[in-house]
């Protein structure tokens, strides 16, 4: 059976407590992170202590331990209020605990959970300015030393770049040649060889993204995640999880712009009538429902799948990812019309809304790059390995 969305005890406990946070301590600075770039210090340690930067990470570790499905559920609260702390979320809290937990030694990956669950903050650094969507062209070297690996290369589009105490790089051990045969995954601490520099993006703002620089950064060798030249897989295999933590991103933007909408909508009055009363804006608010929910039921289907280790991960998470881009470009922009001139004005939320939500096109993956996982596995079927975590 199918899990389909239909909240448990615990998911809606997680979604009260993190709507509570997000609207009593960051909804009224929400407008300022986006137009300054940037997320106060006191509100990343309150985030910290909340455990929104260590969703995954179990208990053992400290961590809260949550489920995919608990943990879309945490995102999609946060980025309904603001996009860049839930985005901040899922890259750290989901998609850069996954290689630690999945692929790393027991000794790497409880060092750095354990960091995670203390309030620390990590990225996943794989695109290069060469290359996003071909990603076994990256050429960030990592030369093998003795017991270390210096690092030198440049990472370009980096989610938490800004604030992260450490990053999970895709590096190349092989030769260029080698292509996804030598790339592997090393994790690398913030330290004075890694140089970081924001960038201004369209929307997602105060997320830190940003240009990572490494300078021939000495890294000690058992930082290596797995074997040398074994990265590929684990990379595609996190960016499985990925696509639904980011699908769950847009996710929450979509429903922050349908919230605004049909709100505006029973407010504003026109001809005499409520606008909601006219068919035209019913219109353009039943498909912003219609919308948000199916992208909200194929998200939670692909989380119930990744917590059941389903070999249909990939397909269901690209599907999810791919929905969640193009009904959120499409919803946020049918929510805008309802609100008229005041929803194309900086002093709606919605203008925000709308620069944020097209990232989804483009982050952790592409619309075109999702057709192609998609497309491969009509073409040659369920792969039994997808379900399980181990190489095949
Ligand atoms: C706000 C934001 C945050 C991000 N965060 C991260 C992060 O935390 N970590 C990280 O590693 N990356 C991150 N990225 C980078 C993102 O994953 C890449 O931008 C994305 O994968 C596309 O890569 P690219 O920009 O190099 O575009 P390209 O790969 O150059 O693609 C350009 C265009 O060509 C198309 N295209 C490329 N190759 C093909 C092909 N073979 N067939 C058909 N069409 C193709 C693409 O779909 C796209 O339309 C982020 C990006 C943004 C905008």
Not at 347 to 352: A, D, F, G, I, N
Request: aromatic share 6%; proline share 4%; hydrophobic share 40%.
């Amino acid at each position: 059976m199918l899990p389909g969305w239909s909240p448990t005890g615990d998911e809606d406990i997680i979604r009260r407590t993190v709507r509570e946070f997000m609207e009593k301590t960051v909804s009224p600075i929400a407008a300022r992170i986006d137009r300054e770039n940037v997320v106060p210090e006191q509100i990343l340690r309150e985030a910290a202590e909340m455990g929104l930067f260590s969703l995954r990470v179990p208990e053992r570790y400290g961590g809260p331990g949550l489920s995919m499905r608990e943990t879309v559920v945490a995102v999609e609260e946060v980025s309904r209020v603001s996009s860049a702390l839930g985005v901040m979320s899922a890259v750290s809290g989901s998609i850069a605990v996954f290689p630690l937990l999945a692929y790393a030694s027991e000794d790497l990956g409880r060092r750095y959970l354990e960091r995670l669950a203390s309030g620390e903050i990590a990225a996943f650094a794989l695109t290069e300015p060469c290359c996003g969507t071909d990603a076994a062209a990256i050429s960030t070297r990592a030369e093998r030393d003795g017991d270390e690996y210096v690092v030198s290369g440049e990472k370009v589009f980096i989610t938490n770049a800004w604030y992260a105490d450490f990053y999970i790089v895709a590096v190349r051990t092989g030769t260029p040649e080698s292509r996804h045969r030598g790339v592997s995954l090393l994790v690398v601490d913030r330290s004075p060889c890694v140089e970081v520099e924001k960038l201004e993006m369209l929307g997602f703002r105060g997320s830190g993204t940003g240009i990572v620089r490494f300078n021939n950064c000495r890294v000690p060798a058992g930082n290596l995640i797995g074997e040398e030249n074994t990265g590929f897989k684990k990379i595609m295999m996190t960016l499985n999880e990925g696509r639904v933590a980011t699908a769950a991103t847009g996710l929450g933007v979509m429903q922050a712009a349908f919230e605004e909408a049909v709100s505006y909508a029973k407010t504003r009055t026109s001809m005499g009538q409520p606008l909601i009363r006219h068919q035209m804006v019913q219109y353009l608010i039943s498909e912003v429902a219609r919308l948000v929910e199916s992208t909200r039921t194929l998200i939670y289907t692909a989380a119930g799948l990744i917590d059941a280790r389903s070999p249909m991960v990939p397909y269901y998470s690209s599907l999810a990812k791919l929905h969640a881009a193009e009904s959120g470009v499409q919803a946020v922009r049918l929510a805008m019309q309802v609100l008229g001139g005041l929803g194309y004005s900086r002093e709606s939320v919605l203008e925000r809304l709308y620069r944020d939500i097209k990232m989804i096109e483009i982050g952790d993956g592409t619309n075109e790059a999702q057709r192609m996982v998609i497309a491969r596995y009509l073409d040659r079927g369920i792969r039994p390995e997808w379900g399980r975590l181990e190489e095949s």
